[in-house]
């Protein structure tokens, strides 16, 4: 039985669990709700970024995304900082969904597993 890593743990959360060389992402977020619906993805991938690299991880080795986004009509624009972000030929299996936000400024969430 492998033993259950959690990093920056909170009251309700962690920030990321890793179990079986596996990583689990708590929803990132962006920091500026102001920002428009890329400005915000862009800032939620580099905090990805951050945590993955905290457990010697890299989105090159994501396994799974999933996007919620509050408004669809954002699709395109969320895409643009996705599109630059991802490893070309290394897209994670990914899902994207249309959700009310915790915060009615944010305009997208975004929820990552990755292989360690």
Excluded at 42 to 54: G, N, T
Excluded at 58 to 85: G, H, V, Y
Excluded at 102 to 116: F, L, S, W
């Amino acid at each position: 039985m492998s033993d259950i890593k959690r990093l920056s743990v909170g009251k309700r959360l962690s920030e990321v669990v890793v179990h079986n060389g596996v990583a689990y992402l708590a929803g990132q977020v962006p920091e500026d709700a102001g920002l428009d619906a890329e400005g915000q993805t862009k800032q939620v991938l580099a905090a990805i970024d951050r945590l993955l690299a905290s457990v010697g991880s890299d989105k090159s080795r994501i396994l799974m995304t999933q996007i919620f986004l509050a408004n669809m009509s954002e699709f395109a624009e969320m895409n643009l900082a996705w599109d630059a972000w991802v490893p070309a030929g290394q897209p994670p299996a990914r899902a994207t969904v249309e959700a009310r936000l915790a915060n009615p400024g944010y305009k997208v969430e975004i929820v990552v597993t990755a292989a360690v």
